[in-house]
């Protein structure tokens, strides 16, 4: 079993800057994928990166490549987003989600096992 907590959210005025962090207790961190997803209200759950398990491959949502960066530091058992220039449309519930990486980096929700309970990200305009 492996639990996940984000932290990290919080209100930002658009332009400014967030790091989002996921942490796991769980062991063999290194041997999961995390992605990162994110609910807006009223919408439903959708992609917005993902980091295999050694850090060295990713992938993002085309509407934030620009924008946010996902790394993971495995000593300290720990994933980031970092996202720079938000904008109102970026407000969500953000969520990161793992898998044993089985089956490749998985861009959607159904591809993760594990999942936080998520952090609350408001960019006012």
């Known amino acids: 079993q492996v639990e996940l907590v984000e932290s990290g959210g919080g209100l930002v005025q658009a332009g400014g800057s967030l790091r989002l962090s996921c942490t796991t207790s769980?062991?063999?961190?290194?041997?999961?994928?995390v992605g990162w997803f994110r609910q807006p209200p009223g919408w439903e759950r959708e992609f917005v990166g993902v980091?295999?398990?050694?850090?060295?491959?990713?992938s993002r949502a085309d509407h934030v490549r620009d924008r946010f960066t996902i790394s993971r530091d495995n000593t300290k058992n720990t994933a980031y987003l970092q996202m720079d220039n938000l904008k109102p449309e970026d407000t969500a519930v953000y969520f990161c989600?793992?898998?044993?990486?089985?089956?490749?980096?998985?861009?959607?929700?159904?591809?993760?096992?594990?999942w936080g309970q998520g952090t609350q990200v408001t960019v006012s305009s």
């Open positions: 989600a793992a898998h044993d990486s089985s089956h490749g980096l998985g861009h959607y929700a159904k591809d993760f096992v594990y």
């Open positions: 769980g062991r063999s961190f290194s041997s999961y994928v």
């Open positions: 980091i295999s398990g050694g850090g060295g491959t990713t």
